[in-house]
């Protein structure tokens, strides 16, 4: 593989730690501006609803810019909205910092996975990219437990100027490794629109919004749930997340090992196991031991989502590979928006922190019945294409 796809994942280290960090630290946030856990789920809820919004409009400067001018770009528009949150006076400020940081997060990984598919071989499209995604995973088994330490030792607000850190080594990576390639021959934003005509595009993004959508239905509040629920100490949700990202990890080499030989059947058994894992949780996360388990297995199941997912959605645009790769992380963090949202719903309605993951599990599973009417459209698709032929 490309020593370049170390710098998109030195790049996704970072956004990953400054996506993720904060749910181990909601109950800091919360009691230093006095508001709910809840509320304080907002920003994870405007993060990613400020990622689904800013991905299109960021990866639209890459018609008109070089890839690598607009991934530097786009690292130091991130690193400003770290500095912002660690110095926010107030929680809508802090919102304002994190809104800053999401704009990015789309663009970011929309244009590195299309640059890391053109770096290798058509056969280990996936790989790369679950390579550059690996940058994410990492945030969860270093950069998040870690940042939740720093900021339960230190205060939140360290932990944010540690990730505007991480921001400053992606842009070094970035300026280093990427090779700095031409724009595509009559590159035109019009043009990668018009994929969105097809109905298999939007069966793609309707299955990333609920499937990696489910994950965050139940990680969104894993710091209470594990402590007032399962019944760990406050300490544990550092090692905790750190367990969480190792499944992360594994699964998203698995996946995109396995979506490289068989797209969407990797797709369909990730899905289902995935939609199992939750609907247990919300039965062990009521006991220490069990609920320790499930969390490693929705770390892996849930991430194995990812690369096939990814592929998924690039295959059904191959004419607007960038623009179709940056709607689909908006995509992703749309799902966890919601799902961060209906979670704070059912938690406000007295349903309690465990059930959340029935939110993910229905989420999870309506997306496995989406993967499964488009793979029949695929095949209908090839039905006629062989009729004509014969023909």
Excluded: C
Excluded at 27 to 40: L, N, Q, R, Y
Excluded at 294 to 300: A, M, S
Excluded at 322 to 328: E, H, Q, R, W
């Amino acid at each position: 593989m490309p020593l370049a796809l170390l710098a998109l994942a030195i790049g996704a280290f970072g956004i990953g730690t400054t996506e993720f960090v904060i749910a181990g630290l909601l109950p800091e946030v919360a009691a230093d501006f006095g508001v709910s856990i809840p509320a304080a789920g907002w920003l994870i809820t405007g993060y990613a609803l400020s990622v689904a919004a800013g991905a299109l409009p960021m990866t639209a400067l890459g018609t008109r810019i070089r890839r690598k001018h607009l991934l530097l770009l786009l690292m130091a528009l991130f690193i400003a909205g770290n500095v912002l949150s660690a110095l926010a006076p107030s929680f809508g400020a802090l919102m304002a910092g994190r809104i800053v940081a999401a704009l990015t997060h789309g663009a970011f990984f929309g244009v590195g996975a299309v640059v890391a598919a053109d770096l290798v071989k058509p056969e280990k499209k996936a790989s790369a990219i679950a390579l550059m995604f690996t940058g994410l995973t990492l945030a969860n088994v270093l950069g998040v437990p870690m940042g939740t330490f720093i900021g339960q030792g230190l205060g939140w607000r360290a932990t944010f100027w540690v990730v505007a850190g991480l921001g400053v080594l992606g842009l070094i990576g970035v300026a280093a490794l990427v090779p700095d390639t031409a724009l595509p021959v009559n590159a035109r934003i019009g043009a990668e629109f018009a994929v969105f005509r097809h109905p298999r595009v939007w069966l793609a993004i309707g299955t990333t919004v609920l499937g990696f959508g489910g994950v965050f239905a139940s990680f969104t509040y894993i710091a209470p749930m594990m402590t007032e629920v399962a019944g760990l100490p406050q300490g544990a949700v550092s090692w905790l997340l750190v367990l969480f990202g190792v499944g992360l990890v594994l699964g998203n080499l698995l996946g995109g090992r396995f979506a490289d030989r068989a797209l969407m059947p990797t797709l369909y058994t990730a899905l289902a196991t995935l939609a199992v894992v939750l609907a247990v949780f919300a039965f062990t996360a009521h006991a220490a031991v069990p609920a320790i388990v499930t969390l490693f297995l929705l770390g892996g199941f849930g991430f194995a989502t990812v690369p096939p997912l990814q592929m998924r959605m690039l295959a059904s645009a191959e004419a607007a590979p960038t623009v179709a790769s940056a709607v689909n992380i908006g995509a992703f963090n749309l799902g966890n928006a919601l799902a961060a949202w209906l979670g704070g719903v059912v938690i406000t309605a007295g349903y309690g922190y465990a059930s959340t993951n029935w939110v993910g599990a229905v989420m999870t599973v309506l997306a496995l019945g989406l993967a499964l009417l488009s793979g029949r459209s695929d095949r209908r698709a090839v039905a006629r294409e062989d009729r004509l032929v014969t023909a």
